[in-house]
């Protein structure tokens, strides 16, 4: 079993930086996501780096804005968010697949079988 330790986000101005890391408890080969919940919304998809190449893909709102990366070593994986706005509010989720693969689609839930418990990112305008 993998546990994910979250830490970082906090509060922000719009325009602001913060960053997000995610540590894997034990040696892994997963892909990674992030993920985040606003109030009232669905859980969605932030963006993805695999394991192997480190191939990156974002969501189109954060395309741009935010960074991911991993360090394989430590077992990490980043996401560094900057020209943050109001809309980025939300608890966001760090995500590891159980294999180098994902289960379905990189952006869908199901494809992670391991979660972070979230931290919490305002951006006040």
């Known amino acids: 079993q993998v546990m994910l330790v979250q830490s970082g986000g906090g509060l922000v101005q719009a325009g602001g930086s913060l960053s997000l890391s995610c540590a894997a408890t034990?040696?892994?080969?997963?892909?990674w996501g992030w993920f985040r919940q606003a109030p009232g919304k669905e859980r969605e998809f932030v963006a993805t780096i695999t394991w192997s190449s480190g191939d990156t893909y974002y969501a189109e709102s954060v395309k741009g804005r935010f960074t991911i990366s991993r360090d394989n070593v430590e077992n990490t994986v980043y996401l560094q968010m900057n020209s943050l706005k109001p809309e980025d509010t939300a608890v966001y989720y760090c995500a590891a697949t159980l294999r180098s693969s994902y289960a379905g689609d990189y952006y869908s839930r199901k494809a992670y079988a391991y979660w972070g418990r979230g931290t919490q990112v305002t951006v006040s305008s």
């Open positions: 034990r040696r892994t080969s997963s892909n």
